[in-house]
């Protein structure tokens, strides 16, 4: 069974603070996709990275950057200095490969990692 | 770019109601994906739609119905609404020979009275 773990229910920071977000994922497909996608209070869904199974590379864009570690099934997501509007609901996400191929499957979300950043 | 669009952003209903979301997916974008969202809760699932067929489909009420046009938009119609069904309803689109990645749409808040 398909299943996204996030056990971060609420975090809170001051601002210029370093924070990682975990997440912890269930499948028994070889090939599947990690997503993040960030909420804010707006409440919009914000993509913000795609990963497959096969390509276990660090990510950074900018502040941002992630970790992908097949080994204990995570895909951490660590915000540098943040920022007051980093403040949102980040939710993780996976995908099995879609009967069409790639990720076209649903999307099995995480209950959410809720981040507040204090000025 | 161009994005998910949704409509209405907002709609208010009163029990037992119809309702009818629509989506217009990215273009040559050809997949579309309904989700719901309740209040503190993750996005669930509810059906998708693949070249106007249906691939998937989730814990969605029978109650509820969606299709695919030929221009690829779409509509969920929801039925007999009860106060359970309100929440935030979310399409989202991708293309299976670009990009498979959900884009999604800035949601539909539906309230049932």
């Known amino acids: 069974a398909q299943k996204v773990t996030q056990a971060q229910t609420e975090i809170s920071v001051v601002e210029k603070e370093d924070v990682t977000l975990d997440c912890v994922y269930e499948?028994?497909?070889?090939?599947?996709?990690l997503f993040w996608y960030k909420q804010p209070p707006s409440g919009e869904l914000v993509f913000l990275i795609r990963r497959n199974s096969f390509d276990e590379q660090n990510e950074i864009s900018g502040r941002y950057s992630w970790n992908f570690q097949k080994s204990t099934s995570s895909f951490n997501f660590t915000i540098t200095a943040s920022q007051v509007v980093d403040s949102a609901v980040y939710f993780c996400a996976l995908s099995e490969e879609g009967n069409y191929g790639g990720a076209t499957n649903k999307l099995i979300f995480g209950t959410g990692t809720l981040l507040a950043v204090q000025p | 770019a161009a994005g998910v669009i949704q409509s209405p952003r907002h709609l208010i209903k009163e029990k037992r109601e119809t309702a009818t979301l629509k989506c217009y997916p990215i273009?040559?974008?050809?997949?579309v994906y309904w989700y719901q969202q309740g209040p503190g809760q993750d996005p669930q699932f509810l059906i998708s739609f693949y070249e106007k067929m249906q691939s998937d489909k989730g814990s969605i009420p029978d109650r509820f119905s969606a299709q695919q046009f030929s221009d690829y938009h779409s509509e969920l119609n929801m039925s007999s609404l009860e106060l359970g069904d309100s929440a935030l309803y979310f399409c989202?689109?991708?293309?299976?020979?670009?990009?498979?990645?959900?884009?999604f749409g800035p949601g539909t808040r539906l309230t049932v009275l």
């Open positions: 273009p040559r974008h050809d997949t």
């Open positions: 499948t028994r497909d070889t090939t599947y996709y």
């Open positions: 989202a689109s991708s293309s299976t020979g670009f990009t498979d990645t959900q884009y």
